[in-house]
């Protein structure tokens, strides 16, 4: 069983930054992709940002130059720095992370979800 524990959420104004850190524990053998997503009230979950194990990395349209996306794998680690917020970036960020319990058996696994609120 695996467990991805976000953190770093909150409310900040326009222009500021946060930071989001994600850590899977439990029974990982290793982990592939790792991404996080965003949900604003009314509207569908989206990708925000994703990076391979080797570092590549894949950003929306909407968030490029301004967030940027990086991992640990030491620490089974992913975190989200987030530039120069604007309102529409207000949703709930999830953790998303493909962990292989063993080599044949990935498992898509997402955190519960951290609360980010851009306003004055």
């Known amino acids: 069983q695996v467990q991805l524990v976000e953190s770093g959420g909150g409310l900040v104004q326009p222009g500021g930054s946060l930071r989001l850190s994600c850590a899977a524990s439990?029974?990982?053998?290793?982990?592939?992709?790792m991404g996080w997503y965003r949900q604003a009230p009314g509207k569908k979950r989206e990708m925000v940002a994703t990076?391979?194990?080797?570092?590549?990395?894949y950003y929306a349209d909407s968030v490029k130059g301004r967030f940027t996306i990086s991992r640990d794998n030491a620490k089974n680690s992913v975190y989200l720095q987030m530039n120069s917020l604007k309102p529409v970036d207000t949703a709930v960020y999830y953790c998303?992370?493909?962990?292989?319990?063993?080599?044949?058996?990935?498992?898509?696994?997402w955190g519960q979800g951290t609360q980010v609120t851009v306003s004055s």
């Open positions: 439990g029974s990982v053998f290793s982990i592939n992709a």
């Open positions: 990076i391979t194990r080797d570092g590549s990395t």
């Open positions: 998303n992370a493909v962990v292989y319990l063993s080599p044949l058996s990935p498992v898509s696994s």
